[in-house]
């Protein structure tokens, strides 16, 4: 129960926003994607004894996150497409987040991955439906720069902590493999995006050296070497980095 508690300590103390254009519908459906990966990251550091203080804190906010920003899309979407998208979201919500804030087993860990498997491209589905509406390139940019936040939590949620936790389960390497090889094609689009202003270009510039960085120790994973905290540490500076720039291509988007 001491799991539970907490996040819903953390719930109550959460505001409640509005949102208010189509850019931040897209910026909060691709944090809910985000969100969808680093719950179970953080569920497996906590039961892998990697810096399991500072996840079980994040696993907490993460919850209680995606709860909030889950009632704000409720609030804002009409259309009947985004809706019945949103809907499936909410089922599959419903199954992992009591999971998620139970005590961390790799039996556990098995249902979760595959759960958030399933509610990273429910959340991915209602991104581009998002994306559809308004200003369709701006609103693209915004998009793609959300995914890569969530691929960064990604790499290391399900793919990367799991095998560094040998949980046993099929195609976790491919994955990580493919999910590695998305995420240098998001980046690589960011990198040209038209939008980008000096401000994004000195931001995205740090994020390519630090994603350099990680790379060579995430690569280590096949002589099965693995250094968790190192890379938690620096893909948590690459989330918070890719963060600004969502926000930045955000409000390009409101403006064009």
Do not use: C
């Not at 902590?161 to 998305?182: C, Q, R």
């Amino acid at each position: 129960m001491k799991f539970l508690s907490i996040a819903l300590l953390f719930f109550s103390a959460v505001s409640h926003s509005e949102i208010v254009s189509v850019a931040e519908a897209i910026n909060k459906a691709g944090a809910q994607s985000m969100l969808s990966q680093r719950i179970v990251k953080d569920y497996i550091m906590i039961g892998s004894h990697i810096k399991s203080d500072k996840a079980h804190k994040e696993l907490d906010q993460a919850v209680a996150l995606f709860e909030q920003q889950h009632l704000e899309l409720l609030d804002f979407l009409e259309d009947p497409a985004q809706m019945r998208a949103l809907n499936q979201i909410s089922k599959t919500w419903e199954s992992l987040r009591l999971k998620a804030i139970s005590k961390p087993s790799k039996e556990m860990a098995k249902e979760l991955i595959p759960l958030s498997d399933k509610l990273y491209i429910q959340s991915n589905k209602l991104l581009s439906l998002l994306e559809k509406k308004g200003n369709v390139h701006a609103n693209h940019t915004v998009s793609i720069s959300s995914k890569q936040r969530m691929l960064s939590q990604r790499i290391i949620a399900k793919l990367y902590m799991a095998m560094a936790w040998t949980v046993d389960l099929k195609n976790l390497s491919s994955s990580f493999e493919d999910t590695l090889k998305e995420y240098e094609s998001g980046l690589a689009e960011l990198n040209k995006a038209e939008e980008n202003t000096p401000a994004i270009q000195k931001k995205l510039k740090k994020i390519n050296a630090q994603w350099t960085f990680s790379k060579a120790g995430l690569s280590q994973y096949e002589q099965d070497r693995f250094v968790p905290t190192l890379i938690s540490v620096t893909t948590e500076s690459i989330l918070k980095k890719m963060d600004e720039v969502t926000a930045d291509y955000q409000k390009i988007a409101e403006n064009s």
